[in-house]
Each structure stands twice: as structure tokens, then as C-alpha cells.
């Protein structure tokens, strides 16, 4: 367990490549991503709740926590070199790696996430969409150029079915621009 500990660390001094290839100056961790993801996760699976959805939230904070966590192993892959490296398959195989052949139960849950099997995973697709557009609009703020492709997810999210509980939410950020 302390090997998997010390290798999540590794996340707190990954940079996030999307944002360091358009010249975002210190750009976020991936740690600073995910923990952001996972607050957000927090908070819209409680409105949810108080909306009568069934969800899970334990359960969604899990997979918030645990997206990211192969890119310990593979770094955070930008778009461009997707082009020649599968992402996805490098990812399960780092997952597997990390978290060994007795935390099956944690690695069904990033499959939920990629898949967007459950609703907890597709919640956590949605903060994660969510986040990376804050994201761009606090660097924005700041004075960054270039990131209208991370708006982009704006589309995901407005096709996402819970968009419908957080439309004013969307629809806010959408406007800060």
C-alpha cells in the first residue's frame, strides 16, 4: 500500500500537458485537477441526492479520486500525442499495475469512469469536463491565450443527461467568458 502512496505523489508534481503546451505559465498538477474533480463530485452528487436521483456518492468520490491516477504511470497525455500512443489501453495497463491484482474493486470503478458505465462515472466525467473549463477561464483571467479548444467541453456537458439538474450552473460559468 505505501508503494501506491508514494506513486500517487507522483501526481502532485505532474503538470497538467494541455495547459503547458499552450504556454500556460505553472500550470495545475494533476493532483490539483483531480482534487478539484472530486470536490466538485462531492457537491453536485449531493444535489443530486437532494433532487431524488439515486446516486451513489462514496462511490463516485472513489472514481473522482482514482481517474487520473494511472497517469502516475504514463504522465498526462496530451491530445497531439495520442495521435501515436493509445491512451485508453495505456491507462488500464498503468491502472492494473498500481493497484495489483487485490484492488480489482478499484480498477472496476475506473472502468465505470471510462466507459461511462454508471451514473457515478458519468457524474465524474461531467465535473471532470466542468473543471477543466473553470480551469480555462481562471487562466484566462490571468492573462492565458489560445484555450478556446477547453470550452469545447461545454458541448459534452450540455449533451451530458445531467446537465439538465445543473443547467444555471453551465449556463453561469458559460457567461464568465
Do not use: C
Amino acid at each position: 500500500m505505501l508503494d501506491l502512496f508514494i506513486e500517487a505523489g507522483k501526481l502532485k508534481k505532474l503538470p497538467r500537458m494541455g495547459w503547458l503546451l499552450r504556454g500556460v505559465a505553472n500550470p495545475e498538477s494533476v493532483a490539483e485537477h483531480t482534487f478539484r474533480v472530486a470536490l466538485i463530485t462531492l457537491f453536485l452528487g449531493d444535489e443530486l441526492k437532494k433532487k431524488g436521483i439515486d446516486i451513489n456518492v462514496e462511490k463516485a468520490l472513489k472514481i473522482a479520486l482514482l481517474h487520473d491516477l494511472g497517469e502516475a504511470r504514463i504522465t498526462d497525455l496530451p491530445l497531439e500525442a495520442q495521435n501515436y500512443v493509445d491512451k485508453k489501453k495505456a491507462e488500464r495497463k498503468a491502472m492494473v499495475d498500481i493497484l495489483g491484482a487485490e484492488r480489482v474493486e478499484y480498477f472496476r470503478l475506473f472502468q465505470e469512469y471510462e466507459d461511462e458505465k454508471s451514473l457515478e462515472g458519468r457524474l465524474v466525467k461531467f465535473a471532470d469536463k466542468l473543471e477543466m473549463v473553470l480551469q480555462a477561464w481562471e487562466y484566462e483571467k490571468s492573462g492565458a491565450k489560445g484555450l478556446d479548444e477547453f470550452w469545447g467541453a461545454l458541448d459534452y456537458l450540455k449533451k451530458s443527461e445531467i446537465y439538465a439538474h445543473f443547467k444555471d450552473l453551465i449556463d453561469e460559468l458559460e457567461k464568465l467568458r
